[in-house]
């Protein structure tokens, strides 16, 4: 009798990012100190000192937005018994992809130069989708192996099963 | 980072590693890179700004007028000022932080790494036009880098060169103090939890805060210098309904963040060289990070120092006295600690510990002479004269200037994989120690004395001191050259280090391979 769950979900998101409740406190901060010096100027007639701030917290803000922005995705793997999808999830970037599950291949590539970490490729019949980016190489190397074992396991539950 | 489709056939063919050639300084993107173009152009603009302080010493090596005239010795003075604080120590400290700061905290890279490339290309131009002032009509600007009107206001063509130049220099500052606040805030390794950050990185943390807190207030003051110069404005000209004396406010409450910008990454620095070669813990790390934090709080309270004698209330120079000597107090906690960590430790003398425990000595002098300025009374005696230049003089040389030497040493066997020569490193270290004191220890005496600093001439009884600093100030400078012929040959070979290279050291950069390789940390580090 098959036992196994019908879907099995990963999620893979990068560990470093700037925290999103700590930025606005951040920005308020900065807003309040850089913005209270050139208001006081500007308000003694020294105004010049204001254009300046404005254009720098506008570039801090944008570049920590930029930074966010590039930590602030979710890779989700999903496997169920007719396919695996695999979904991009970003702000504004949204990405998915689907492949029949018995054509799956999972591939860790080599990498052509030492200095550089494998690659974990997800595919069938010459599409691929690189995956878990963000992980360090023992992660990548355990993220293969789990997601080629729950193929495994959702091709021949049976198999499985008595295994 | 970004899941991207891929076809088999085209399989991870970008950016293997450096392009050949020039173009891999001028396209990089990689923060070790920039570091090293960071060092070296600071390098090169130490020799320019040293030159040039020798045209002041060798002008100053009698009394009378003999070698420039007097004009120029005040460009000198100026342009000797701008380079060495913006052309020298800012980017020597911006070159340590782009090469130690990622492998410090496990990060790949700086966060933000094209932003990087650019933030250093454009101190050449920035720095050329600066120069360009020298053969311009009227010459260069000569009314000291402070440009207090209506002095400055005074300066010929140069002028919007000069205000244009800072301008790229500041644009240059933010980016790069955006970055290392990027790249500290978002790329730690896993568990390099705030407190476990090295020194170095927290104090460069506090010091990008400063940056960002600070340089649109320099950008806006030079601004209305221009157009009160060339746009009719008044914001500084009395004649107009300006205040001239506000200016002054304006430019040192951005100059005395300023400088404690040049000195918090030597604290830094030092707070990584002393207990590596103590081989014991930093004494008090949590009160290092707080005490940082103090200073850099109370660099803005305490600017009018500066300016005792334009007059102002009573209570305002009361308040400015009593929140300057305040300073005192977490500079000392830093000092103890220093002290503490050597307390009993297996102390070994290396080139970078000597430097350390230079700039310890030595800084605290630069500390002591700066409370006698902070007393208000003292100060209308000491205004303007030597003393202040001997004093900010052994807080900027033996103190970051020494340091930013000592960090070389210390992480140039982690950079090249090759040792530096320890004896001429010693020898570097003396005859720089002996002679930056015979260079800046006399002018404290002249000072006292009542000899005005900016003057291309004095009176005949600060003659014999005078001789002394001038020949410091050539022994002092020829000593550098020692320094350049240890690090050409620690880069072109010399003993191969291990990864660890010093015995004492810990943290993540050590475990790294010397040389790093091109792309440190593709695995990310976890921090136990």
Not at chain 2, 480 to 509: H, M, N, P, S
Request: proline share 6%.
């Amino acid at each position: 009798m098959q036992q196994a769950p019908q879907t099995t979900e990963f999620n893979i998101h990068p560990n470093a990012g700037i925290p999103r409740p700590g930025w606005p406190w951040l920005m308020a901060g900065l807003v309040v100190i850089g913005g209270g010096i050139a208001l006081r100027l500007a308000l003694m007639g020294f105004w010049l000192v204001l254009p300046f701030t404005l254009l720098e917290l506008g570039l801090v803000y944008y570049l920590v937005r930029l930074v966010q922005r590039r930590g602030g995705y979710v890779e989700r793997i999903r496997i169920d018994g007719e396919q695996l999808s695999i979904a991009h999830i970003e702000p504004g970037k949204d990405r998915d992809w689907s492949f029949p599950l018995h054509w799956v291949r999972v591939e860790l590539r080599a990498p052509s130069h030492q200095w550089y970490p494998h690659r974990l490729l997800l595919g069938a019949s010459g599409r691929w989708v690189e995956v878990g980016a963000c992980l360090t190489d023992a992660e990548r190397q355990g993220l293969a192996d789990a997601v080629r074992g729950e193929i495994r396991r959702l091709r021949d539950p049976e198999h499985e099963h008595h295994a | 980072m970004n899941a991207t489709t891929t076809d088999t056939h085209h399989d991870d063919h970008h950016d293997h590693g450096p392009a050949p050639g020039l173009m891999r300084w001028v396209t990089t993107t990689n923060h070790k890179d920039i570091g090293t173009l960071y060092l070296w152009f600071s390098l090169i603009m130490f020799f320019i700004g040293g030159a040039m302080a020798l045209v002041i010493r060798t002008e100053l090596f009698q009394p009378g007028l003999q070698v420039v005239d007097p004009q120029f010795f005040n460009t000198m003075t100026t342009m000797h000022a701008l380079i060495m604080i913006f052309g020298v120590v800012m980017p020597a400290f911006v070159g340590l932080a782009n090469w130690m700061l990622p492998i410090m905290i496990g990060a790949p890279d700086m966060a933000l790494p094209r932003m990087n490339n650019w933030s250093f290309w454009i101190l050449p131009f920035g720095f050329s036009m600066m120069l360009s002032t020298l053969f311009m009509e009227g010459g260069g600007p000569a009314s000291g880098w402070t440009l207090y009107p209506p002095l400055s206001l005074q300066t010929g063509e140069a002028f919007p060169f000069l205000i244009f130049s800072i301008h790229i220099l500041g644009i240059s500052s933010i980016m790069g103090a955006i970055n290392i606040v990027a790249t500290i805030q978002n790329l730690r390794a896993p568990g390099m939890s705030y407190m476990k950050m090295p020194l170095f990185v927290w104090t460069w943390f506090i010091t990008a805060y400063l940056l960002i807190a600070v340089m649109p207030v320099l950008a806006g003051a030079v601004t209305m210098l221009l157009t009160d110069k060339y746009f009719g404005t008044a914001f500084f000209t009395a004649g107009g309904g300006g205040d001239p004396v506000m200016f002054q406010h304006i430019f040192w409450f951005f100059g005395h963040p300023e400088v404690y910008i040049l000195i918090l990454p030597s604290f830094g620095v030092v707070s990584e060289i002393i207990p590596t070669f103590a081989r014991k813990k930093l004494f008090g790390y949590a009160s290092m990070v707080y005490a940082t934090g103090s200073i850099a709080f109370l660099s803005f309270i305490v600017w009018a120092h500066h300016m005792f004698t334009v007059g102002m209330p009573l209570s305002g120079e009361l308040f400015f006295m009593f929140a300057t000597m305040l300073i005192a107090v977490p500079t000392g906690v830093k000092v103890f600690n220093w002290v503490a960590t050597m307390w009993r430790g297996a102390m070994t003398f290396e080139t970078p510990m000597l430097f350390a425990l230079g700039f310890v000595i030595m800084f605290t002098i630069g500390g002591f002479s700066g409370v006698m300025l902070a007393l208000a009374p003292v100060d209308f005696q000491y205004h303007d004269t030597y003393f202040v230049v001997a004093h900010f003089h052994y807080v900027l040389v033996p103190g970051s200037i020494f340091a930013i030497i000592a960090a070389v040493y210390y992480w140039i066997p982690k950079w090249t994989g090759n040792m530096y020569d320890e004896k001429w490193g010693k020898i570097h270290f003396w005859t720089s120690t002996i002679f930056v004191n015979l260079l800046f220890f006399p002018m404290h005496f002249v000072g006292l004395a009542g000899m005005p600093r900016r003057i291309p001439d004095y009176a005949v009884q600060f003659a014999d001191f005078n001789a002394i600093a001038t020949v410091g100030a050539f022994g002092f400078g020829f000593a550098q050259l020692i320094f350049v012929y240890v690090v050409f040959k620690c880069v072109r070979g010399g003993e191969k280090v291990t990864d660890q290279v010093w015995e004492g050291a810990e943290g993540l950069e050590w475990t790294l391979s010397s040389p790093p390789p091109y792309h440190s940390f593709t695995d990310q580090p976890v921090v136990k």
